[in-house]
């Protein structure tokens, strides 16, 4: 069974920054899609950041766009979150998921596309 491990997560002041790393448990994590979602207490699930297999392509809710990056390490079966410009709005906890070839992209935003999600990890900005 695939396993994904989040870590990173903590307390940080608004415009501060932080970088939550998945590790995957998979030797064919190379040829699977990624994406972060977060969750805030008493919400439903939102798309955070997608990246296709090789790290070629990117997309990012407009939220986020413009302060955060996602990016992978296929050779450390890792996929990275790189939060700038916290903002207490982005507190929630963070889970990462694993979409299994073949990935449809049109797909990405929605939670349903992948098939194995980590355990979250949660991120906390103060005001």
């Known amino acids: 069974q695939v396993q994904l491990a989040e870590s990173g997560g903590g307390l940080v002041q608004a415009g501060g920054s932080l970088r939550l790393s998945c590790v995957v448990s998979e030797r064919t994590f190379g040829g699977s899609a990624m994406a972060w979602f977060r969750q805030a207490p008493g919400k439903e699930r939102d798309f955070v950041a997608h990246?296709?297999?090789?790290?070629?392509?990117?997309h990012y809710a407009d939220s986020v766009k413009g302060r955060f990056t996602i990016s992978r390490d296929i050779a450390k079966n890792t996929v990275y979150l790189h939060m700038g410009n916290l903002k207490p709005a982005d507190t929630a906890v963070y889970f990462c998921?694993?979409?299994?070839?073949?990935?449809?992209?049109?797909?990405?935003?929605?939670?349903?596309?992948?098939?194995?999600w980590g355990q979250g990890t949660q991120v906390t900005v103060s005001s």
């Open positions: 998921a694993q979409g299994p070839p073949p990935f449809v992209r049109s797909r990405s935003t929605n939670p349903t596309a992948y098939a194995n």
């Open positions: 990246i296709n297999w090789n790290g070629t392509y990117t």
